[in-house]
């Protein structure tokens, strides 16, 4: 039985992994500050002895015995990321040396959530690892992109100075049930519109696209990285390489939901990447692993999901 710090645990992605590692038979230390994340996406694992929930920032050091660690704690949508920036360039610089430092005392094997910002606005589509990325470092997404773009670099020399044991997963844009309907992304905020009966806000012309990953597959990724070989440390995409314009994605739920919603344009924010695809030759190539669920078949979960909590 491993013992597994999940940071984040209470968010979206974090109680999937929560939930998944737990019947997989580890024991499961959750962290949490419970800024974007809720007790409601974990009380059903309370009752398991062998799920641990600790209130706590992760930018303040944590002493836990573990043998892997998943660091996912980090605001996610632009909305959350973009209410008080300096604290999210904290949470992601210094979350990622407080898990690395416990990460080089005990031993433990550590994964870091990154994610397709660190590409920025790309020129290069669709997105493999080696490409660099184009992000502005002063604009209002900088505070998340340069962030994550750190403890990369972070995770990296911890690897060549201490031989940590490093994995470094970059996600692509992911939904499913437990997205908080209140985070602004797009599939939240589309589908409780049209839940709703409200407009659908559509930023800009509705041209931009972006590659919706379902959360299940998402974690089963998460895992099988994890679990690779021990010289494998990453960058690794993960997402589902089908995409989307913001305008198809409106149509479709709208289609899904049977709403009589408008779609309305609003202006586009700053720096909104205009396109988002990734390469994913090598998961499929060093971990096995590609999408299986298809983006109608995981809005209509997601759908089912929002119809219960609103
Ligand atoms: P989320 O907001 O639901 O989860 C983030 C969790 O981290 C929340 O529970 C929040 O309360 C917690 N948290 C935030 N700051 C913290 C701090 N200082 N200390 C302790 N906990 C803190 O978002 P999510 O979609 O589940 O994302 C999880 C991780 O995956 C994030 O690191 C995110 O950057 C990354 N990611 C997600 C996506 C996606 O599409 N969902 C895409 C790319 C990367
Ligand atoms: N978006 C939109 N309407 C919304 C919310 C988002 O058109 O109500 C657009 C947003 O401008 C972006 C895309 O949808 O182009 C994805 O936005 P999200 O915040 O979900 O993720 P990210 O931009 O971080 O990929």
Same mark, same amino acid.
């Not at 992760?58 to 996610?76: F, H, K, R, S």
């Not at 670099?153 to 060549?160: A, E, I, K, M, P």
């Given at each position: 039985?491993?013992?597994?710090?999940?940071?984040?645990?209470?968010?979206?992605?974090?109680?999937?992994?929560?939930?998944?590692?737990?019947?997989?038979?580890?024991?499961?230390?959750?962290?949490?500050?419970?800024?974007?994340?809720?007790?409601?996406?974990?009380?059903?694992?309370?009752?398991?002895? +062998?799920?641990?929930?600790?209130? =706590?920032?992760?930018? #303040?050091?944590?002493?836990?015995? !573990?043998?892997? @660690?998943?660091?996912? $704690?980090?605001?996610?949508?632009?909305?959350?990321?973009?209410?008080?920036?300096?604290?999210?360039?904290?949470?992601?610089?210094?979350?990622?040396?407080?898990?690395?430092?416990?990460?080089?005392?005990?031993?433990?094997?550590?994964?870091?959530?990154?994610?397709?910002?660190? +590409?920025?606005?790309?020129?290069? =589509?669709?997105?493999? #690892?080696?490409?660099?990325?184009? !992000?502005?470092? @002063?604009?209002?997404? $900088?505070?998340?992109?340069?962030?994550?773009?750190?403890?990369?670099?972070?995770?990296?020399?911890?690897?060549?100075?201490?031989?940590?044991?490093?994995?470094?997963?970059?996600?692509?844009?992911?939904?499913?049930?437990?997205?908080?309907?209140?985070?602004?992304?797009?599939?939240?905020?589309?589908?409780?519109?049209?839940?709703?009966?409200?407009?659908?806000?559509?930023?800009?012309?509705?041209?931009?696209?972006?590659?919706?990953?379902?959360?299940?597959?998402?974690?089963?990724?998460?895992?099988?990285?994890?679990?690779?070989?021990?010289?494998?440390?990453?960058?690794?995409?993960?997402?589902?390489?089908?995409?989307?314009?913001?305008?198809?994605?409106?149509?479709?739920?709208?289609?899904?939901?049977?709403?009589?919603?408008?779609?309305?344009?609003?202006?586009?924010?700053?720096?909104?990447?205009?396109?988002?695809?990734?390469?994913?030759?090598?998961?499929?190539?060093?971990?096995?692993?590609?999408?299986?669920?298809?983006?109608?078949?995981?809005?209509?979960?997601?759908?089912?999901?929002?119809?219960?909590?609103?």
């Amino acid at each position: 039985m491993n013992r597994v710090l999940v940071t984040g645990g209470a968010g979206f992605l974090g109680s999937h992994l929560c939930e998944r590692l737990l019947n997989e038979g580890n024991d499961v230390i959750c962290l949490d500050n419970l800024f974007t994340g809720s007790k409601d996406n974990i009380r059903h694992l309370m009752g398991n002895s +062998y799920f641990e929930f600790i209130r =706590h920032d992760i930018t #303040e050091p944590i002493y836990v015995e !573990v043998d892997q @660690i998943y660091n996912l $704690a980090c605001p996610a949508s632009p909305v959350h990321y973009q209410h008080n920036p300096i604290k999210t360039a904290k949470t992601s610089v210094y979350g990622a040396l407080n898990t690395l430092g416990l990460a080089k005392r005990t031993g433990a094997r550590i994964l870091q959530a990154s994610t397709s910002e660190v +590409y920025g606005d790309p020129e290069v =589509h669709p997105q493999p #690892e080696s490409y660099r990325g184009c !992000v502005n470092p @002063i604009g209002i997404r $900088a505070c998340y992109d340069e962030g994550k773009r750190m403890a990369e670099t972070l995770f990296f020399d911890y690897y060549r100075m201490h031989q940590v044991e490093i994995k470094v997963m970059r996600i692509f844009n992911t939904y499913g049930p437990r997205m908080n309907p209140n985070d602004g992304r797009v599939v939240s905020n589309f589908i409780v519109q049209a839940l709703k009966g409200q407009n659908i806000t559509i930023y800009g012309d509705g041209k931009q696209t972006r590659s919706f990953c379902y959360v299940d597959d998402l974690i089963n990724g998460m895992i099988k990285l994890m679990n690779s070989e021990k010289d494998f440390t990453g960058p690794v995409n993960i997402g589902n390489p089908g995409e989307f314009t913001m305008l198809e994605l409106a149509q479709k739920i709208i289609e899904l939901t049977g709403s009589n919603s408008q779609i309305v344009y609003e202006p586009l924010p700053s720096d909104d990447p205009m396109q988002r695809k990734p390469v994913i030759d090598l998961a499929k190539e060093k971990l096995g692993w590609q999408p299986t669920v298809q983006l109608e078949e995981g809005l209509l979960k997601t759908i089912d999901y929002f119809k219960r909590i609103l």
